[in-house]
């Protein structure tokens, strides 16, 4: 079960961190409130953006009706407006306009509203990562170390790291940014109705997995409406040791007369914010189908108060994708330790020939008989150790999980 995460020393979140204030500072140390803005893709889409085209591209030709929108977000109370560049990768953008191009201009977009803080918008890839797609981990890191790498030389406070399904993208993400500038950085994975990511992940695995990343504040957002994201957030915060935020969708869309319409209204949004804003959640926002009106509702909310969350002691524990292992409480924990070539001719020979099956099988075996953790060990001189071993884990997660 690799990669192997250990939570048990936690890294030092302030170390060389750069804060715009220092109310940002105490937001980090989960002693204020922050209140983000909603959605900007529903809202731009609602201003006549048409299908297909590329949302980004605005902050580059219609830059006043974009800036107008976080405009109206601060004036219904956000302090922090995220930048209209969700899918400003190379990858997406595909030659349309240069990385660096766009987040300038989205920031100036952004700045230009008077809001507090400023945060740089980072979504997925839109490539599917090894094994089950064709994206290296390293191309994704790339990727977006080139928008950190932008967003930073632009002025932007925080990088969001948003809407992530794959825990493998995310820790690309998340390690590209905190390698490639000393901003805050935040981290939200969106979730399905089965309490998983759509590649598998729960919600304490990913806030294990997060926390032990060091980012500077982890949580939910998309997919579903607030009161559906209540179990997962409370997953999270069970085992998160750093501030939680949740940015919802207003409940799920519908179409009438030809226009998607979102199923829950600001005032019944806001009452579901507030309970997970109860529950221990300090920095609160709005997904898909939010609006200012949302926002507005979400700042009373938060208004004169203090978070009183007192953040758990961390866990060691050992993560893969799709599950975790926690090893406190536990009297044993197993680990299979067959995939190693000591003293194994077979698996010698396996590895020399790039004879995965056999290796895959070895894992598999250990795994149907009880093994909580796989050792996986490719030591032979007479190969690419460490290129054989990322392949040859990916392809064993691909399976085991």
């Not at 002693?31 to 529903?42: K, P, Q």
């Not at 982890?218 to 949740?246: F, H, K, R, Y």
């Not at 869309?253 to 914010?273: C, N, Q």
């Amino acid at each position: 079960m690799l990669p192997i995460t250990s939570h048990a020393a936690l890294p030092d979140r302030s170390r060389g961190l750069k804060t715009a204030d220092g109310y940002l500072a105490r937001v980090l140390a989960g002693e204020e409130y922050l209140v983000f803005d909603g959605a900007m893709g529903t809202m731009l889409q609602a201003a006549g953006l048409e299908a297909g085209a590329l949302p980004e591209m605005l902050c580059l030709t219609d830059p006043q009706g974009v800036a107008s929108i976080h405009r109206a977000y601060v004036e219904a109370g956000s302090q922090v407006v995220t930048t209209n560049t969700f899918g400003a990768n190379a990858h997406k953008l595909d030659g349309a306009a240069s990385v660096a191009e766009i987040f300038a201009a989205a920031v100036r977009c952004a700045r230009s509203s008077g809001a507090r803080y400023v945060a740089a918008d980072i979504g997925p890839t839109g490539a599917l990562l090894e094994p089950l797609g064709t994206m290296s981990f390293d191309e994704a890191y790339d990727l977006f170390a080139e928008q950190v790498e932008a967003a930073a030389a632009a002025g932007a406070d925080i990088v969001l790291i948003e809407t992530m399904a794959d825990l493998l993208e995310t820790k690309a993400a998340v390690l590209a940014a905190k390698e490639h500038c000393d901003l805050p950085v935040f981290a939200t994975m969106t979730f399905g109705e089965d309490g998983r990511t759509f590649l598998g992940t729960d919600p304490k695995n990913a806030a294990l997995t997060l926390s032990a990343l060091g980012v500077n504040v982890l949580g939910v957002n998309c997919s579903l409406g607030p009161d559906e994201l209540q179990p997962i957030v409370e997953d999270m915060l069970s085992v998160a040791t750093c501030p939680v935020m949740v940015q919802a969708n207003a409940g799920l869309p519908h179409v009438e007369e030809g226009a998607t319409v979102f199923s829950i209204a600001a005032d019944d949004y806001a009452r579901s914010v507030a309970r997970m804003v109860d529950a221990g959640v300090s920095i609160v926002g709005g997904c898909c189908g939010t609006d200012p009106s949302y926002i507005e509702g979400v700042a009373r909310i938060v208004a004169g108060r203090r978070p009183q969350r007192v953040s758990p002691e961390p866990l060691c524990s050992v993560t893969s994708a799709q599950q975790a292992v926690v090893l406190q409480g536990r009297d044993v924990a197993t680990i299979g330790e067959r995939i190693n070539p000591t003293g194994k001719k077979r698996l010698k020979e396996a590895l020399r020939s790039g004879d995965f099956d056999y290796v895959i099988n070895e894992a598999i075996a250990q795994t149907e008989a009880g093994a909580d953790i796989l050792d996986v060990n490719a030591g032979l001189p007479e190969i690419d150790e460490a290129a054989v071993l990322v392949d040859l884990v990916g392809k064993i997660q691909g399976v085991t999980g």
